[in-house]
C-alpha cells in the first residue's frame, strides 16, 4: 500500500525549520561578530560562556561549551515542554554550536577596527548586537524552539504563567551581567554595556513574541450600534457585548459596545465604525492577557494542571 504525503503538512514544516535556522543564525552572529570580539559580554547563560572563554584565555570556547552545557537541559526540556519542543531545541542547539563553531572563522566580519561590521561609537554595539539577538531568539520562540540556555525556562513560565519571555531574561539576567566584573581588568563600563545589550535584546524578543498578540479592550458610543455589532460579528468574526449605560448630561439609556480584539484588527474596527456612524464615540485601552476563545489559552500553572489531571483520573 502506498503511503500517502500530506505535501502541504511537509511544506510548513520544512519552511518551519527554514525559518529557525534564520532565528538561529541571527541569535548567534551578534555574539560572534558584536559581543565577543570587543570583550563583551551580557546575560544568559551564553553570556556564562563568554565570561568562561575570557576567564580562560579562549581555551574553553562558546562553541564547544554551549554544546555541553545544553545537553543536560534538554532533559528538562523534554520531560515540561514535550517532545515535539525537544526535537525543535536539539535542532537549534546543534545549529547554534555550529554555527558558534563557523563565525569566529570570518574575523573580516567583525565589529572591530578593521572589521567589516566595525562601529567607532561603542555604546552602539551592544545596541545592534541586543536588537539582533532579541529578533532571532523572538523567532525561534515564536516557531515552537529554543537556542537552549535559559529561554528554556522562559518557555516553561510563558507556557504556564502570564509572565512574558522579555520579562523573565531582564529578572534572571541582572546577576550574570554583574559577574563580568569578577573578571580581571573589567570595569562598571563593561557591565552598563552588558545591560543595554539585556535591555535591547528583551525588548525585541517581546515584539516579536507579544506584539503580534496583543490585545485592546475597545467602547464604541454609537445610534448605530445594530450595524457597528453585525459588521464586527460577520466580517471580524470578533464578539460583542452590550453594556446598559445612561448618560449623565442627557440621562437617556443607551447601549455601549464593548470589543476585545487583537491590536493589529484596532486599523479595520476603526474605519468600519468611521464609515458606518461618523458621529461615533471611541474608547481605545491596552488590554494584557486576555485569555478565552480567540485569543490565548487560560494558563494555570503546573500544580493545579496536576490536579486536574489526578482528579480525572479517580472518576
Known amino acids: 500500500m502506498a503511503l ?15 525559518v529557525l535556522t534564520v532565528g538561529t543564525l541571527l541569535y548567534c552572529i551578534p555574539w560572534e561578530w558584536f559581543v565577543i570580539p570587543n570583550n563583551y559580554s551580557s546575560g544568559g547563560v551564553t553570556g556564562l560562556l563568554t565570561l568562561l572563554q575570557y576567564a580562560t584565555d579562549g581555551a574553553i570556547t562558546v562553541g ?8 543536560f537541559l534538554l532533559l528538562l526540556a523534554f520531560f515540561v515542554l514535550g517532545k515535539s ?5 536539539i535542532f537549534c ?19 572591530a577596527e578593521g572589521g567589516l561590521l566595525y562601529i567607532p561609537e561603542g555604546v552602539l554595539v551592544p545596541l545592534l548586537a541586543g536588537m539582533m539577538e532579541g529578533i532571532g531568539l523572538g523567532i525561534v520562540l515564536r516557531y515552537g524552539g529554543s537556542t537552549g540556555g535559559s529561554d528554556i525556562f522562559a518557555m516553561i513560565i510563558n507556557k504556564y504563567w502570564p509572565m512574558s519571555p522579555g ?27 552588558g545591560y543595554l545589550m539585556m535591555v535591547s535584546s528583551c525588548f525585541f524578543i ?26 464586527i460579528m460577520t466580517h471580524m468574526n470578533r464578539g460583542v457585548t452590550f453594556l446598559k ?19 493589529k484588527e484596532l486599523h479595520n ?47
Not at 64 to 71: E, G, H, K
Not at 212 to 228: M, N
Not at 245 to 263: F, H, N, Q, T, W
Open 64 to 71: 564547544v561549551s554551549y554544546m555541553v552545557i545544553n545537553v
Open 93 to 111: 542547539i546543534a545549529l547554534s554550536a555550529v554555527f558558534f563553531q563557523i563565525l569566529p572563522k570570518f574575523p573580516q566580519m567583525f565589529s
Open 167 to 193: 520579562r523573565f531574561y531582564l529578572i534572571s539576567d541582572t546577576v550574570i551581567i554583574a559577574m563580568v566584573l569578577l573578571l580581571p581588568g573589567k570595569t562598571f563600563a563593561d557591565m552598563v554595556y
Open 245 to 263: 449605560a445612561v448618560g449623565g448630561y442627557s440621562g437617556k439609556e443607551k447601549d455601549v459596545l464593548l470589543i476585545l480584539i487583537r491590536s
Open 4 to 18: 500517502k504525503i500530506d505535501s502541504a503538512k511537509v511544506g510548513r514544516t520544512v519552511l518551519e525549520y527554514a
Open 85 to 89: 519542543f525537544g526535537v525543535r531545541t
Open 206 to 231: 517581546d515584539f516579536v513574541v507579544v506584539g503580534a498578540k496583543s490585545s485592546v479592550q475597545v467602547f464604541v458610543f454609537s445610534d448605530k450600534k445594530s450595524e457597528i455589532a453585525d459588521y
Open 269 to 315: 474596527l476603526s474605519d468600519a465604525v468611521k464609515s458606518i456612524d461618523p458621529k461615533a464615540f471611541m474608547s481605545v485601552s491596552p488590554a494584557n492577557n486576555v485569555y478565552g476563545e480567540g485569543f490565548e489559552e487560560i494558563k494555570t500553572g503546573i500544580k493545579q494542571k496536576e490536579i486536574k489531571k489526578l482528579k480525572a483520573e479517580n472518576d
